[in-house]
């Protein structure tokens, strides 16, 4: 085995804490990361709730950057230096329609997560990035483009993956209209992509004080979501709306901005939802869901937000502060997402 450091769940305090951390020996896929910039996802809060005594160990962190230290001895497409990336999927059955068709994250046997994972080999629980260390599978591990910064590019593997994917599902380009709700972790990144990949984009937000934020971002127009006037004005007008919303909320609002054909894609709460049928049959509306992309599509946003300059607008903390970060985000205390310096696992 291979012995690093992390930051692992204390199940009676709910807080996580300094430890040696083992990772297997590479097999002759395996690739192993240096970890040096980790993203914070709400999913890790909503980890550490469920956590208990019997869940085993538990490292949280799904959205890293790094750099190659050592590969197994069939590794063809990485040396060690090379800049990489990691996101929330690092293995999958490989065979079934899903994963042959490169959506290896709607795998029929369900993808092995980054962490709380079965490995498919061993059965062991993954253990995630909040860590120096990752092994990870080659077909699982991504080029950084140069130019992206390795720091702002981490929540790319998670927030900038989910909402890529509908983007370019629903063929989203020039001529497009979109609005995404919502404006934090994924809401961002759903601004700056939907602008770059030619949309006219707005955003709706409960007030208007994200407005200049908004449109710094690339947004060309804002909608506040509690304004009845500014709702109607907006009503049947946008292609595609991204809900990236992250608590529980009645759909309809949105459903009724949603243009004839268009399409609303529900990312942040994935939860129940209920629906009138009405919503949709008036304007022949769909409603669509997402999650994370396979390893094409991931690809494919990685060279996309390298060619555009896109990153997402993090607030970097050494991983000492890991706990801080947690509590910050669980009350959305952040523009727009925390990221971990691991250089002080050293």
């Known amino acids: 085995m291979r ?5 692992q769940a204390d199940p009676s305090t709910r807080a996580l804490r300094r430890t040696p951390l083992e990772r297997r020996d590479l097999r002759p896929d395996d690739v192993a990361v240096r970890v040096d910039y980790c993203g914070v996802c709400h999913s890790d809060v909503h980890a550490l709730r469920a956590h208990d005594e019997s869940g085993g160990v538990l490292v949280p962190g799904h959205e890293f950057t790094g750099a190659v230290s050592e590969v197994g001895s069939a590794v063809t497409a990485f040396a060690p230096g090379d800049p990489v990336a990691v996101g929330n999927i690092v293995d999958s059955c490989g065979s079934c329609p899903m994963c042959l068709a490169g959506q290896e994250n709607f795998c029929r046997d369900f ?3 980054t962490y709380g994972g079965n490995d498919r080999q061993d059965g062991t629980t993954t ?3 909040y860590s120096r260390e990752y092994v990870v599978r080659e077909k699982f591990a991504y080029h950084l483009p140069v130019g992206l910064d390795p720091a702002g590019a981490a929540p790319l593997l998670c927030a900038g993956i989910t909402v890529w994917e509908p983007l370019r599902a629903l063929g989203v380009g020039p001529g497009s209209t979109v609005a995404v709700a919502g404006l934090g972790g994924l809401g961002h990144l759903a601004v700056k992509l939907a602008a770059a990949l030619g949309a006219t984009t707005s955003v709706i937000s409960r007030t208007p004080d994200k407005a200049a934020e908004a449109r710094s971002l690339g947004a060309d127009g804002f909608v506040v979501s509690t304004d009845a006037k500014q709702m109607e004005a907006a009503r ?4 595609v709306v991204i809900d ?3 608590a529980p909320h009645d759909l309809t609002p949105y459903l009724r901005t949603v243009a004839m054909d268009g399409t609303l894609s529900h990312l942040g709460h ?3 939802v209920t629906v009138n049928a009405m919503d949709l049959l008036i304007g022949r509306k769909r409603l669509s869901s997402a999650g994370s992309g396979g390893r094409p599509s991931t690809a494919a946003m990685l ?3 390298a060619q555009h300059g896109i990153t997402a607008d993090i607030e970097l903390l050494p991983s000492s502060q890991v706990n801080t970060a947690l509590e910050r985000l669980d009350r959305n205390d ?3 997402r925390f990221v971990l310096d691991m250089s002080d696992l050293d």
């Not at 012995?3 to 930051?7: I, K, S």
């Not at 049947?236 to 292609?239: A, H, K, L």
């Open 3 to 7: 012995t690093t450091t992390g930051w």
């Open 111 to 113: 993808p092995t997560l």
């Open 127 to 129: 253990v995630g990035g």
């Open 236 to 239: 049947d007008t946008f292609d």
């Open 244 to 246: 990236t919303i992250s």
């Open 270 to 272: 994935l939860g129940p």
């Open 303 to 305: 060279r996309f937000c």
């Open 334 to 336: 952040v523009r727009y």
